[in-house]
């Protein structure tokens, strides 16, 4: 967690009593967002005696937001509900909104396009390295092999 996803948490302390957001930094201002809403309407509506809404568990799945809580009303889940929408259309690395759109295969993620061309060319770096590393100790079994005969 970066530093402003932590001030962002401990300017909340209300509703991040038991987890920290395990998103990344590009939905930092989305739950920023999010929570200053849940907060201030809990705050101004004592006298609908709303229970605090507390996060359970903030994370990405699907590509998109989860907010997972206790307490709070229906309202307050539509607050909930318009940030995780909002989400698949911002950049969860960056918080780009204007090319961030759900993307991959196996794995789904919302990113910019500059933030997904950095994660391509990341993970084709990594699956060389893999089949180096593979090629590399099926190469030493083979020699090994052939001393020994």
Same mark, same amino acid.
């Given at each position: 967690m970066n530093r402003k996803m932590y001030q962002m948490c401990k300017k909340y302390p209300k509703i991040f009593v038991r987890c920290w957001p395990e998103v990344g930094n590009g939905w930092c201002q989305l739950l920023d967002n999010l929570c200053e809403h849940i907060q201030s309407y809990i705050d101004n509506n004592k006298h609908l005696n709303i229970e605090q809404l507390e996060a359970t568990q903030v994370k990405e799945k699907f590509g998109t937001l989860r907010f997972y809580s206790s307490g709070g009303n229906e309202y307050i889940r539509g607050f909930i509900s318009h940030a995780e929408?909002?989400?698949s259309s911002t950049c969860e690395l960056c918080g780009d909104? !204007?090319?961030a759109k @759900?993307?991959?295969n196996a794995w789904l993620t919302t990113q910019c396009d500059v933030c997904w061309t950095k994660t391509i060319v990341q993970s084709d770096?990594?699956?060389w390295e893999v089949? @180096? !590393?593979?090629?590399y100790i099926r190469i030493k079994q083979w020699i090994r092999r052939k001393l020994r005969l």
């Open positions: 929408w909002l989400s909104t !204007k090319t @759900l993307r991959g770096e990594y699956n089949k @180096l !590393k593979y090629h």
